[in-house]
């Protein structure tokens, strides 16, 4: 599924620092990280096949495949008798949004978007992806990770490649991997549910500056050792996304 996608050249991809276990440091690459968006809920039964093909994308080796995914749990569905448990509602908001930039008439799940556009259908997405891999992202990110007994500390430098860092804008994630559910009711009543990617914890929007410093408290249900942190940069209207850099904090635990 993914030989179309292959990254012909490694210098592309983000460049790993070597870090201790106070700090890990990762760079964006010259090409601009594609962020690929599922939008879900476990009370929605159309949902779990897009669920599993989603996963199926995370697992593909970064060497082939440079994404940022992330799942937003939606809580419009918690009504048929399963609240979601990964659900929030800034993710519908965040989703109503990026319907509103679409011009699409309503949101739905499983809803795909690939950097911000709308993408109907899993070959739609792979399309997507395989169109954008290319492209030269007008900025470069540097972010490190550090933390204490009971936050995450996030520092970022944001350096414009022949472009302004005026009027744009960032947010951080965090996303969660291997987590699972029972569901008891609802359209999924009877079946256990896997999910990737899932987003746990989402900043308000911020001006990016060239240097940006921002505390997360760890949230006791997280499970740190399949924790990740991302970033993502884009226009001042959240329209254009321009790049994004990522990692997992396992290092950061021993």
Known sequence: MFQLLLIACL???????????????????????????LYTSQGCSSCPPADKWFAALTAAPRQELNILALAFHVDYWDYTGWKDPFAN?????????????????????????????EARGTRNVLSKIHQNRSKKSPIHLKMSVS????????????????AETNG??????VYENRLSSDI??????????????VVRYMSTVFKSVRNDRHS???????QLSNI???????????????????????????
């Open 147 to 162: 933390r204490n007994q009971h936050s995450l500390m996030i520092e970022l430098e944001t350096t414009a490649i022949g």
């Open 168 to 173: 744009l804008q960032h947010r951080y994630f």
């Open 11 to 37: 210098a592309t991809l983000p460049a790993f620092s070597a870090f201790s276990v106070e700090k890990l440091t990762v760079y964006s690459g010259t090409n601009q990280s594609t962020v690929v968006e």
């Open 89 to 117: 509602p800034k993710h519908t908001s965040r989703q109503r949004q990026l319907g509103i930039n679409n011009q699409q008439r309503s949101i739905y799940t499983p809803e795909f978007f690939v950097d911000g556009e």
């Open 184 to 197: 008891k009711r609802g359209e999924n009543a009877g079946k256990v549910l896997n999910h990737e990617k």
């Open 216 to 222: 997360i408290r760890i949230n006791p249900d997280w």
């Open 228 to 254: 990740g942190i991302a970033a993502l940069v884009t226009t001042a209207a959240g329209e254009q996304y321009l790049q994004t850099v990522y990692t997992p904090i396992k290092s950061l635990l021993k």
